[in-house]
């Protein structure tokens, strides 16, 4: 299911010359709050780095638009311009297309039966990360350490008695 569902995105998003993770970076700016590189970097689970990059092209295109922060000039604040709306639109007609599709032949009680179960399943998963602050930083705790540690061929170098494969020659 989430291979097809994923397959669906991938064709709503190429229809209208964009990527998965361009529509999804348009999805996060459809409310038209102005959002800062990090913190779409978080909504999104990808690193700052990815973030920019997706946002560059995204700028570059005209269908997001950079302004600095009004308080701090380091920040800059995305916000979607028209041309990204009305893309992001068009793919939301799409979408709706393959919900219907994905609707039509089920009986009318199972499909509100449906859509109530994914709507649970989809507010428990937001609500526990980002509705719940220490979770959000328990997961980003996780993260941190995640990306510290030394891979298991090669013994972290401050050790006493290790060596590195640099170190044999």
Do not use: W
């Amino acid at each position: 299911m989430a291979r097809a569902l994923a397959r669906a995105t991938e064709l709503i998003a190429a229809r209208q010359s964009i990527s998965v993770p361009e529509y999804r970076m348009l999805l996060l700016l459809s409310d038209q709050v102005p959002r800062s590189n990090a913190e779409l970097a978080r909504l999104s689970f990808v690193s700052a780095q990815a973030t920019h990059l997706v946002l560059s092209d995204l700028v570059a295109r005209g269908l997001v638009e950079r302004r600095e922060h009004p308080e701090n000039k380091h920040i800059r604040l995305a916000r979607l311009t028209e041309p990204g709306a009305a893309t992001l639109d068009r793919c939301l007609v799409d979408v709706i297309e393959v919900e219907d599709r994905l609707l039509a032949g089920m009986p009318h009680a199972e499909r509100g039966l449906l859509l109530s179960a994914l709507n649970h399943a989809s507010d428990v998963l937001a609500g526990g990360y980002f509705g719940d602050a220490a979770l959000e930083g328990e997961a980003i705790e996780h993260r941190r350490r995640r990306t510290q540690r030394p891979a298991p061929d090669r013994p972290a170098p401050d050790r006493p008695g290790t060596t590195t494969p640099d170190d044999s020659r």
